[in-house]
């Protein structure tokens, strides 16, 4: 029996009947990390002897007929930018290399409630700053359908450890696609919700408008699942929406006759290679065949996307990353000799590259005299963006896309090239700008790597995208694919 072989209501009905316990699939995914973890590097912390005792103790509840949840027993992942009390949460940054919070965070609390078994926390980004994890202070992460590449980021570790069989199903975040691409290039289910369904309490902060949390899983099936267990509203965090949750595996119909697909020319036009775009076409031609039926539309501000993400986005994190300053918590420099020489030796010392660049030019978005010119013109662009998503919607139901222009690239390759870098997200990019939701799933392989299909819904329609990408997934087998590590 493996984590790959069995869908989660497969593993649920196995506990149910005991005819396996939670132990048994902690020992499998320790198991599998003993194998794969020395290629794959997807682990910063694992838990194991919480894990054990949690996975004991849930094996005795199985003695009793008591009601439990369906993600009950899992062993699961948390990216290293949610916090766990009395489990160290870097970020993957040198700056919080010995930081051990005394709190979890609310997804992290859901789950303990719902009695996931949590593994270890997952490699980053740095701060979740970057589209390869390789800004990790620590080790880069690797693709396990090809360890020369990279698996995406921020959330690779997360895509990685998912697509490996190291744990069942993993907690990603995503601020410019952070959970999509990753998952586009693992070769896995990825969806990022709309903004302020899923608490942000206790996720490190890197773009507030931005961040979202949300599932990275093998199919899609099993996303709706998870999304089950962490969705919600949370009065700890001021951005949550209070709205009720629907039940999402009944959206999962298969039925999507009718249905009307809007496909942007921007999204399948220069730069996107022209193998993933037959991939896209083929994808569509499945859902033309289940009854829908698409048209090519327009998102006409998508060109300055990035540019407007990258403004608001490093001006945010010029702000939240005020609070690392050496003082407070985290590391802090040996070689001070006055309060200026901690400040800026602690943080000169305890961040990366890529954030240095990204809190400058935040920094220098937001300072007098640029404020109007950058930051401000870059929230009215953004508006103009999410107008562009809403007239589409007033005629169509979903749009689709690739999740990115290209499949993986190998490590280093684009790591001296930040612009390169950055446009890896183009196609993710507008969504979170929009805050609406998108997943990506499987759709196919270009030179053996994944490529990614992103369906993007209407805010709060979790249930439309949800029903489309199972629909295309159950008349397709890319998601039963598993890399060969």
């Given at each position: 029996m493996s984590l790959f072989e069995l869908n989660l209501q497969q593993i649920h009905t196995k506990l149910q009947s005991k005819e396996i316990k939670v132990s048994d699939l902690v020992d499998q995914s320790y198991t599998r990390i003993g194998q794969v973890e020395s290629k794959v590097r997807a682990f910063l912390t694992l838990d194991e002897e919480n894990a054990r005792q949690t996975a004991a103790r849930l094996d005795e509840q199985l003695l009793s007929n008591a009601t439990r949840s369906d993600v009950f027993g899992l062993p699961i992942g948390i990216k290293d930018n949610m916090v766990t009390e009395g489990l160290k949460t870097t970020c993957a940054s040198k700056f919080l290399s010995n930081h051990i919070p005394i709190y979890d965070a609310t997804v992290v609390s859901k789950l303990k409630d719902a009695q996931a078994v949590t593994i270890g926390k997952l490699n980053m980004d740095e701060f979740a700053m970057g589209g390869s994890n390789e800004n990790s202070a620590f080790h880069p992460t690797h693709n396990p359908w090809n360890t020369d590449y990279v698996p995406g980021g921020s959330s690779g570790g997360s895509a990685a450890a998912v697509a490996a069989g190291e744990v069942y199903f993993a907690l990603?975040?995503?601020?410019?696609?952070?959970?999509?691409?990753?998952?586009?290039?693992?070769?896995?289910?990825?969806?990022?919700?709309?903004?302020?369904?899923?608490?942000?309490?206790?996720?490190?902060?890197?773009?507030?408008?931005?961040?979202?949390?949300?599932p990275l899983t093998k199919n899609v099936e099993d996303a709706a699942y998870a999304m089950q267990a962490i969705a919600g509203y949370d009065p700890k965090d001021s951005t949550s929406?209070?709205?009720?949750?629907?039940?999402?595996?009944?959206?999962?119909?298969?039925?999507?006759?009718?249905?009307?697909?809007?496909?942007?020319?921007?999204?399948?036009?220069?730069?996107?290679?022209?193998?993933?775009?037959?991939?896209?076409?083929?994808?569509?031609?499945?859902?033309?065949?289940?009854?829908?039926?698409?048209?090519?539309?327009?998102?006409?501000?998508?060109?300055?996307?990035?540019?407007?993400?990258?403004?608001?986005?490093?001006?945010?994190?010029?702000?939240?990353?005020?609070?690392?300053?050496?003082?407070?918590?985290?590391?802090?420099?040996?070689?001070?000799?006055?309060?200026?020489?901690?400040?800026?030796?602690?943080?000169?010392?305890?961040?990366?590259?890529?954030?240095?660049?990204?809190?400058?030019?935040?920094?220098?978005?937001?300072?007098?005299?640029?404020?109007?010119?950058?930051?401000?013109?870059?929230?009215?662009?953004?508006?103009?963006?999410?107008?562009?998503?809403?007239?589409?919607?007033?005629?169509?139901?979903?749009?689709?896309?690739?999740?990115?222009?290209?499949?993986?690239?190998?490590i280093g390759e684009q790591s001296s090239d930040p612009l390169t870098m950055y446009l890896n997200d183009i196609m993710t990019i507008p969504v979170s700008l929009a805050g609406i939701p998108a997943i990506s799933v499987p759709c196919g392989f270009v030179n053996e790597l994944p490529v990614g299909l992103q369906i993007i819904g209407k805010a709060l329609d979790e249930a439309t995208v949800l029903r489309v990408a199972h629909a295309f997934e159950q008349h397709t087998d890319h998601h039963k694919q598993r890399p060969q590590l």
């Open positions: 990603g975040s995503d601020t410019g696609g952070s959970i999509r691409q990753p998952a586009a290039y693992c070769g896995i289910v990825g969806l990022k919700p709309t903004y302020g369904l899923v608490s942000r309490y206790g996720l490190v902060a890197f773009a507030s408008s931005l961040d979202q949390i949300g929406a209070n709205v009720e949750i629907p039940n999402y595996l009944s959206a999962l119909t298969g039925d999507v006759k009718g249905l009307r697909i809007g496909v942007p020319k921007e999204y399948m036009g220069k730069g996107i290679d022209p193998a993933v775009k037959d991939k896209i076409l083929e994808a569509l031609k499945v859902l033309e065949g289940l009854g829908a039926v698409w048209e090519e539309v327009t998102l006409p501000h998508s060109e300055y996307a990035v540019a407007t993400y990258y403004l608001l986005a490093s001006s945010e994190a010029s702000s939240n990353l005020a609070r690392f300053d050496g003082i407070r918590y985290g590391v802090r420099s040996d070689n001070a000799r006055n309060l200026l020489d901690l400040y800026n030796l602690s943080r000169s010392e305890g961040f990366g590259p890529e954030v240095k660049r990204r809190i400058m030019l935040g920094t220098y978005a937001l300072s007098s005299g640029y404020y109007d010119a950058y930051y401000l013109k870059a929230q009215q662009v953004r508006t103009l963006i999410k107008q562009d998503f809403d007239q589409v919607f007033n005629n169509y139901d979903i749009i689709i896309g690739p999740t990115a222009p290209t499949t993986a690239f190998r």
